[in-house]
């Protein structure tokens, strides 16, 4: 079964600082990824997804993540904060397409002015 | 097509009624997925449809869960003789069909209080 772990439940940072968000995967084959975001009482927006292409996955709104095989993560960053990224984001790991997504429990990004 | 369209937004509801919730797909997804998310956590994968096909259903959380996608395009989810634990929110999202996974479209979701 595949799985993901979010390493801190709630980050803070300053606006115009580096945003990096930690996401661990298990998976026993090749993984499907994904970062979402939610805003208060919406659903969630995709941000950025791996599918086995580019290592190096930029998405929306200047997020990017990384999969690193060998140390099994994901890790979500921005280079710099605005007070609008101020959201909940999920990691989602799936095995396969049609696959259901299995989320992560979420961390809470607050951005101080 | 404006997205992925759930409904209603909020329900309040006694315990021991039943609810249903809708949702419409994108139109050209075949593909429809209904999550849970309660407070403070990630959401939590219930069922899925191909076309009108519940392809799994296992991970419904109780016999008091059902859903149906009666012509493959919009789909209901009923809750009967809800419980106070049934409080959370319930989206659903859809995806087209095809080997790779892009990643889901969701709505807004469905929140659901029982007092």
């Known amino acids: 079964a595949q799985s993901v772990t979010q390493l801190g439940s709630h980050v803070s940072v300053s606006e115009g600082a580096l945003v990096l968000l930690r996401c661990n995967y298990s998976s026993s084959v090749p993984p499907y990824l994904f970062w979402y975001v939610q805003y208060p009482n919406q659903g969630l927006q995709l941000l950025l997804k791996?599918?086995?292409?580019?290592?190096l996955v930029k998405g929306i709104n200047g997020f990017e993540a990384e999969f690193k095989k060998s140390e099994t993560s994901f890790h979500l960053t921005k280079p710099s904060a605005h007070m609008r990224d101020a959201a909940e984001y999920f990691c989602?790991?799936?095995?396969?397409?049609?696959?259901?997504?299995?989320f992560g429990k979420g961390t809470s990004l607050l951005v101080t002015p | 097509d404006t997205g992925v369209s759930q409904d209603p937004r909020h329900k309040i509801t006694k315990r021991g009624q039943n609810v249903t919730f809708r949702c419409d797909p994108i139109?050209?997804?075949?593909?429809l997925y209904w999550y849970r998310q309660t407070l403070g956590q990630g959401p939590e994968f219930l069922t899925y449809f191909q076309n009108e096909a519940q392809l799994e259903k296992s991970r419904l959380l109780s016999d008091r869960f059902s859903a149906e996608r009666p012509k493959g395009s919009f789909s209901t989810l009923e809750i009967q003789r809800t419980e106070q634990g049934d409080s959370a929110m319930y989206l659903c999202?859809?995806?087209?069909?095809?080997?790779?996974?892009?990643?889901?479209?969701f709505g807004s979701g469905t929140r659901l209080t029982v007092v």
């Open positions: 999202a859809s995806s087209p069909s095809g080997t790779v996974n892009y990643g889901y479209t």
């Open positions: 791996y599918t086995s292409a580019a290592t």
């Open positions: 989602a790991v799936s095995q396969n397409s049609g696959y259901a997504l299995n």
């Open positions: 139109s050209e997804h075949n593909r």
